[in-house]
């Protein structure tokens, strides 16, 4: 019996108002990829402009003090060519021993000094300094320092055993040629003075690098520029792209909150139009008792579809919005949990039985059983629904490599390709089916379900020939 037209009222109907409202509404978590991009990326180009910056002036420092040292060795081996042999040999040689106060009245200093000024004018380098092997300062054009003991300097002992070792420094100020000059940056060389073949002596030559570090900057600032402008030009591009496709998210994913709300409205109208009319009729007319038991049948059937379809979308909801939080593994022996699902669909009287076969020596799985056991009763549901009556089920698990297998098989009325395509969609239901009870939900809430278990289902069927499902779990 089907109820009259015209018994449900505009109350039971959104409104145009609230219809836009609830096009606008869309699902409450969106992510937001415009925002996300935005940051992460300014803070990377931030990071990646300051990382190329500092690698290129390290890089640009490091050939600076390479080339430098060159020229400092250069330098050194005029000094060495023009003043060893003849002064500095016989003076590091007649000095050995002597105290710092020696060292400083010692009569060759005057002539030394004014060699190695006359050398030096003209070159980048600022300040000499002379050591024996043993760290003691013979010389320095900087005349208060000779006598002070640098036996533990790195770069005089380096340069003692035979190695060229130099350094950027910087000076705030600094003793250069008989004057004070500020603000300097400095290429420091520890270098070793050969006499006939043998190590008699270390060099420490300061050259000034100030106009090349000055140069360094200069271009830092200049390719820094142009890697940000050219960051910039690649931000601005996907900028351009991560908008668009932030567009395209949002409409997609409103597309399908409008498509599920529609459709899950369609599915709950259905029930709820059933039990008020037929409620409304019970209230308004009056029917014999048997025609009576008929309409409350009805109302309870459709009721209880009602509840299924409520129950299954608060699952989903659950499932989709606390994730793997809404499961409790555990381990379980796969055995006992068929026995209990094939019981749970073994109604009296019905001669179509749930044959269950299980491998011997299934290992035991993680999972949730209460959800695995609703997944298998929605399969086993649709299996009897969609087979002949008095045909059996079969529930079969078995273990194929790292997997273990369970399958359901009915000698249904089967699935065609076009359908089997559908089979997951939310309320999707077959125009054969239409006549049978079901929320639409049972396929979708079960895959769900079993990829929370890092599973997958498998589905084979073909018109006429049946349905197999099979739920694949790893060990």
């Known amino acids: 019996m089907q109820p009259q037209p015209g018994l449900l009222d505009d109350a039971h109907v959104l409104r145009p108002r609230e219809r ?22 300014l803070v990377a180009f931030a990071i990646v402009a300051v990382v190329l910056g500092v690698v290129y002036r390290h890089l640009s420092i490091d050939g600076l003090v390479r080339s430098q040292e060159d020229a400092n060795v250069n330098i050194t081996r005029i000094l060495a060519n023009q003043l060893w042999a003849k002064d500095f040999g016989p003076f590091v040689r007649a000095m050995a021993g002597r105290s710092a106060a020696e060292l400083r009245a010692a009569p060759q200093i005057p002539g030394l000094h004014a060699k190695v000024l006359a050398l030096m004018r003209g070159s980048s380098v600022f300040k000499v300094k002379v050591y024996d092997l043993k760290g003691m300062t013979l010389y320095s054009t900087e005349l208060k320092q000779i006598g002070e003991d640098k036996s ?14 130099s350094e950027h420094v910087h000076r705030n100020a600094f003793s250069a040629l008989e004057q004070e ?7 420091q060389s520890y270098i070793p003075a050969y006499e006939e073949g043998r190590i008699s002596g270390v060099f420490e030559v300061y050259s000034d690098a100030t106009p090349s570090l000055r140069e360094i900057d200069r271009k830092l ?3 820094g520029g142009t890697v940000v402008g050219l960051l910039a030009v690649l931000y601005g591009a996907l900028f351009i792209v991560v908008n668009r496709a932030q567009g395209i998210i949002r409409r997609q994913s409103r597309a399908r909150y409008l498509e599920f709300t529609a459709k899950a409205a ?7 139009t059933s039990i008020y009319g ?12 048997e025609v009576a038991r008929d309409v409350v049948e009805t109302i309870h059937e459709q009721a209880g579809r009602l509840v299924q379809i409520s129950n299954d979308l608060l699952d989903l909801s659950r499932i989709e919005e606390r994730g793997a939080q809404a499961f409790a593994f555990e381990a379980q022996q796969v055995a006992p949990l068929l026995e209990r699902a094939a019981g749970e669909h073994a109604a009296p009287g019905d001669a179509r039985r749930v044959q269950v076969e299980v491998e011997p020596g299934l290992p035991a799985l993680r999972l949730d059983r209460v959800k695995i056991a609703q997944a298998l009763t929605n399969i086993l549901g649709n ?8 045909t059996p089920v079969t529930l079969r698990a078995f273990c194929e490599g790292n997997r273990v297998g369970i399958s359901v098989i009915d000698r249904g009325i089967g699935m065609s390709a076009e359908e089997l395509g559908h089979l997951f969609e939310r309320f999707w239901r077959a125009d054969k089916a239409s006549e049978i009870p079901g ?5 979708t809430l079960a895959r769900e379900i079993v990829q929370f278990h890092d599973g997958t289902i498998e589905v084979h069927s073909a018109p006429g020939e049946g349905t197999v499902v099979t739920i694949w779990l790893p060990c």
């Not at 533990?152 to 070792?165: D, K, M």
């Open 181 to 187: 000059v500020l603000d300097r940056d400095l290429i």
């Open 278 to 289: 037929f409620t409304a009729l019970l209230k308004t007319r009056s029917y014999d008792p």
């Open 152 to 165: 533990g300097n790195s770069g005089v002992i380096a340069a003692a055993q035979g190695r060229t070792v």
């Open 383 to 390: 299996a009897h629904k969609f087979s002949a009556p008095g």
């Open 221 to 223: 600032w200049l390719v």
């Open 20 to 41: 836009a409202v609830a096009a606008q509404a869309g699902p409450e978590a969106e992510f937001r990829l415009v925002r996300y991009f935005t940051v992460t990326s």
């Open 439 to 443: 929320s639409g939900l049972g396929m």
């Open 266 to 272: 369609h599915e709950l109208r259905t029930p709820i």
